[in-house]
């Protein structure tokens, strides 16, 4: 925020950051040691290949499809991916050929961070959180996801401690291929709804 | 509160600024603040609950201003000096400059005393309530219908996590609602889910 009447001679945003960091050193708190911490989950753990694997893996694996439409955060599990405490729940939604979901918060920025990878800037927006929800269809053209009239389309808001991911069609042409293969193929923006493979 | 988070269906905002190498952190003090604000939950200075309330009652100019992280941390901040971690002098001194928090709390509230129990296929009803302190109610979903298609495990009800007032755990429900339902004549054609709280809602 830039300095107005409202709020004469405000520090600069990394200098407030500063101040935190140095009250909670001051107090024992250790927190150098907790955002290096944080920069190798947000680097290499809470990353999107999580859940380009969980995606791969259902399409290739009924068993393990099924399990995860029913329980999203035990089949993730068996994957030896975590979530959270306050993640409770995971809700795997299905593209079809006439469905499309696409996630949001338009409260604030909730997701399956540790699954599909720390929201995008774009995600955490005022103009996505605002608009998604009313003028989906907009929206996703906007953004480069031209639907067919005929998809229905399935908007999802976290307002509460449930957390959603969806599960994209797999591409045409891709019969047969390895989990592998299949995962280095599912994006972000699919797993949030706004692209399709 | 009917704050200025309150965001979904608010109509005036351009594009999306959509990128495909889209990133989640722009400046190394973001990254801080994530780590920070982690930090704290972690050694049970406040709750995710807390944390949302205290970004959604920042001075409204400054929230609609304020880059994602930077609301985060005013949220840490403000709890911190609310819980008596540190003073607000404290951190002006230490930034050497103003370090605007966010308004004080209004008080919450407890569960709804009678909650109905529904399944999936139910038709429900938004309860029409206007409270001062935390819910996770957006606004466009007052006293509106929709259909239950899902159902979480029990939570803090958030309308009390968030103030420290004592309440139960209670499921959330997935309620499916119609777009032209919510915004008759004014949306584009979509099925829009909410997550919402057994207090928050009534047997339509």
């Given at each position: 925020m830039s300095n107005d009447d409202t709020h004469p001679n405000i520090a600069p945003v990394e200098r407030r950051v500063d101040a935190i960091q140095a009250a909670f050193e001051a107090r024992g708190f250790k927190p150098a040691e907790v955002i290096e911490e944080f920069e190798h989950l947000t680097e290499e753990r809470w990353i999107p290949d999580n859940?380009?694997?969980?995606?791969?893996?259902?399409?290739?694996?009924?068993?393990?499809k099924a399990r995860l439409l029913a329980n999203g955060r035990e089949a993730v599990a068996d994957l030896g991916l975590t979530m959270p405490a306050h993640h409770r729940h995971l809700v795997v939604l299905e593209n079809t050929p006439t469905v499309?979901?696409?996630?949001?918060?338009?409260?604030?920025?909730?997701?399956?961070?540790?699954?599909?990878?720390?929201?995008?800037?774009?995600?955490?927006?005022?103009?996505?959180?605002a608009r998604i929800v009313r003028q989906s269809r907009t929206v996703l053209k906007e953004m480069g996801l031209e639907l067919a009239p005929e998809v229905e389309i399935?908007?999802?808001?976290?307002?509460a401690d449930t957390r959603y991911m969806v599960l994209p069609q797999p591409p045409p042409h891709t019969a047969g291929w390895s989990e592998e293969r299949l995962a280095a193929l599912v994006t972000k923006d699919s797993m949030i709804g706004v692209a399709r493979l | 509160m009917d704050g200025m988070h309150d965001l979904g269906g608010k109509q005036g905002f351009g594009r999306v600024r959509h990128a495909l190498d889209a990133q989640v952190f722009h400046e190394p003090w973001e990254r801080r603040v994530n780590a920070l604000y982690s930090l704290a939950v972690r050694l049970g200075i406040f709750n995710m609950d807390e944390y949302r309330h205290a970004i959604e009652r920042m001075e409204p100019r400054h929230y609609l201003s304020a880059s994602y992280y930077e609301r985060s941390l005013t949220s840490l901040a403000t709890l911190c000096v609310e819980k008596g971690i540190v003073t607000r002098e404290e951190l002006e001194r230490r930034a050497r400059g103003a370090f605007p928090i966010s308004a004080p709390s209004a008080p919450g509230r407890t569960n709804v005393a009678v909650r109905e129990r529904f399944t999936i296929g139910d038709r429900v009803r938004v309860r029409a309530d206007f409270?001062?302190?935390?819910?996770?109610?957006?606004?466009y979903i007052r006293g509106k219908t929709g259909v239950v298609v899902g159902e979480s495990p029990p939570y803090p009800f958030p309308d009390a996590h968030a103030h420290g007032v004592p309440a139960e755990f209670e499921p959330t429900y997935d309620v499916r609602f119609r777009s032209e339902d919510l915004w008759p004549n004014s949306a584009d054609a979509a099925l829009v889910h909410v997550g919402v709280f057994q207090s928050y809602l009534e047997r339509a």
């Amino acid at each position: 925020m830039s300095n107005d009447d409202t709020h004469p001679n405000i520090a600069p945003v990394e200098r407030r950051v500063d101040a935190i960091q140095a009250a909670f050193e001051a107090r024992g708190f250790k927190p150098a040691e907790v955002i290096e911490e944080f920069e190798h989950l947000t680097e290499e753990r809470w990353i999107p290949d999580n859940g380009a694997r969980v995606v791969a893996k259902a399409w290739t694996d009924p068993a393990f499809k099924a399990r995860l439409l029913a329980n999203g955060r035990e089949a993730v599990a068996d994957l030896g991916l975590t979530m959270p405490a306050h993640h409770r729940h995971l809700v795997v939604l299905e593209n079809t050929p006439t469905v499309q979901n696409v996630i949001c918060c338009t409260l604030c920025s909730c997701t399956a961070f540790t699954i599909i990878g720390l929201p995008p800037d774009w995600y955490k927006d005022l103009e996505y959180r605002a608009r998604i929800v009313r003028q989906s269809r907009t929206v996703l053209k906007e953004m480069g996801l031209e639907l067919a009239p005929e998809v229905e389309i399935r908007v999802w808001d976290t307002t509460a401690d449930t957390r959603y991911m969806v599960l994209p069609q797999p591409p045409p042409h891709t019969a047969g291929w390895s989990e592998e293969r299949l995962a280095a193929l599912v994006t972000k923006d699919s797993m949030i709804g706004v692209a399709r493979l | 509160m009917d704050g200025m988070h309150d965001l979904g269906g608010k109509q005036g905002f351009g594009r999306v600024r959509h990128a495909l190498d889209a990133q989640v952190f722009h400046e190394p003090w973001e990254r801080r603040v994530n780590a920070l604000y982690s930090l704290a939950v972690r050694l049970g200075i406040f709750n995710m609950d807390e944390y949302r309330h205290a970004i959604e009652r920042m001075e409204p100019r400054h929230y609609l201003s304020a880059s994602y992280y930077e609301r985060s941390l005013t949220s840490l901040a403000t709890l911190c000096v609310e819980k008596g971690i540190v003073t607000r002098e404290e951190l002006e001194r230490r930034a050497r400059g103003a370090f605007p928090i966010s308004a004080p709390s209004a008080p919450g509230r407890t569960n709804v005393a009678v909650r109905e129990r529904f399944t999936i296929g139910d038709r429900v009803r938004v309860r029409a309530d206007f409270v001062p302190g935390h819910i996770r109610m957006p606004g466009y979903i007052r006293g509106k219908t929709g259909v239950v298609v899902g159902e979480s495990p029990p939570y803090p009800f958030p309308d009390a996590h968030a103030h420290g007032v004592p309440a139960e755990f209670e499921p959330t429900y997935d309620v499916r609602f119609r777009s032209e339902d919510l915004w008759p004549n004014s949306a584009d054609a979509a099925l829009v889910h909410v997550g919402v709280f057994q207090s928050y809602l009534e047997r339509a």
